[in-house]
């Protein structure tokens, strides 16, 4: 029973804490000599950790910018998207992904996602093309990439572009069917990620950045992030102010080389999650794909027959957290809702909603902790 195992620390979703006091010192400094400089805006760090991000994604074209959302929008606004012009994303993800479509006055089209991997259903993608239809926006979805192969094929044929929304997955392979791999966010016309603290590669505050291999696309980038500004006080283009300062450049430039540490943490974390639930019937457990790696920015299950509500309580009573990564598909949002959609019209996202749930996953995650996790689950299914 429960009580038998001995658990030093609270337990958490995530434990940024822990994380920071094994690279303190390199941190530190690294911020340290951000302070010393004072160039706070466009220090050198934001360009070294921009080259070492080129690096290790193998992309010749990387450019921060201030979070996530920003990423997304300005991936938009690049690809001179219009009003009107259709963007098609899936219905389960986080609302940044349909706010950024909306924001620019384009229309987020949703589709569901599979009921095993939550990704975009490719199929229900290439129904929901219209002659509107500009761009479709994958979502790789807690850290395993969407079916990339057949979404490039769809926007090839339809002539869309592709923006990937990475937020939750830097640092994961693609693998195609040859064997050859890429790193997810490389292969659509844009890749958009967010350095929110509790992301894979998180800072210590907002942080985004846009991917590309296109020259002429990224230089359009650069300038929309920095007031459409192509030379100082000449403006071509309407842009935003949206930059990754220097601190947290300097805090990601010593995170990005544990990043695959980092997943190999989460990796193993998932493995003994795997181990203690796989087998149980009224569980599923995460799903594999042959076309991924998968970095476990969430590590969720799909309840079945469980009564999702009493069992978070019982968790929650033995010091357990846990979430709902996402409880409203966006098609009921109120921002999002639509005459179009009927209840009944995404079932997949529908249940997914009702029966996810996500547990503490972290780079510092204990194996008695999870021991003590997956036991306490057991034990509220036993009763
Ligand atoms: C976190 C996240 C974003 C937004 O990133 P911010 O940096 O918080 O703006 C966008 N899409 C997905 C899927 C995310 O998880």
Redesign the pocket.
């Known amino acids: 029973m429960a009580a038998n195992f001995k658990i030093v620390s609270k337990i958490q979703m995530v434990d940024l804490k822990t994380q920071y006091q094994k690279i303190k010192t390199e941190v530190d400094a690294a911020i340290q000599q951000v302070i010393e400089n004072t160039a706070f805006i466009n220090g050198p760090e934001v360009k070294s950790f921009q080259t070492d991000l080129e690096q290790y994604l193998q992309t010749p074209h990387v450019i921060p910018c201030a979070?996530?959302?920003?990423a997304?929008q300005i991936a938009m606004m690049a690809l001179g998207l219009k009003p009107g012009d259709e963007v098609i994303t899936a219905d389960f993800?986080?609302v940044?992904?349909a706010e950024a479509i909306a924001l620019l006055g384009l229309t987020p089209v949703l589709v569901d996602v599979y009921p095993d991997t939550f990704d975009i259903n490719t199929e229900a993608l290439e129904k929901a093309i219209t002659s509107k239809t500009k761009a479709i926006v994958p979502?790789h979805?807690f850290g395993q990439c969407a079916n990339m192969e057949t979404i490039m094929a769809i926007a090839e044929k339809h002539g869309l572009f592709v923006i990937e929304?990475t937020?939750?997955a830097i640092g994961a392979d693609y693998i195609y069917k040859d064997g050859t791999r890429k790193k997810a966010g490389t292969i659509g016309t844009i890749g958009c990620t967010?350095f929110?603290p509790s992301?894979n590669l998180g800072c210590f505050g907002?942080g985004?950045a846009l991917f590309t291999n296109d020259e002429v696309l990224a230089s359009k980038i650069r300038m929309i992030t920095n007031h459409g500004q192509r030379v100082q006080y000449v403006h071509d283009s309407i842009g935003v102010n949206s930059r990754l300062d220097s601190i947290q450049a300097a805090v990601l430039k010593v995170k990005l080389k544990h990043l695959n540490t980092y997943a190999a943490a989460r990796q193993k974390a998932a493995s003994i999650y795997d181990r203690a639930l796989a087998g149980h019937s009224r569980i599923s457990t995460p799903k594999r794909v042959s076309y991924s790696t998968h970095v476990f920015h969430q590590y969720t299950l799909q309840l079945h027959d469980i009564d999702r509500t009493a069992l978070r309580e019982y968790l929650m009573a033995q010091g357990i957290p846990s979430m709902i990564y996402y409880p409203i598909p966006l098609h009921h949002q109120k921002a999002y809702s639509n005459p179009q959609y009927k209840k009944g019209d995404f079932p997949i996202t529908e249940k997914l909603c009702n029966n996810v749930l996500s547990l503490p996953m972290h780079t510092e995650l204990e194996e008695n902790t999870q021991q003590y996790i997956t036991q306490t689950i057991l034990d509220f299914l036993k009763m």
């Open positions: 979070n996530g959302t920003d997304l993800t986080y940044a992904t979502v979805l929304d937020a939750q967010s929110f992301k907002d985004g």
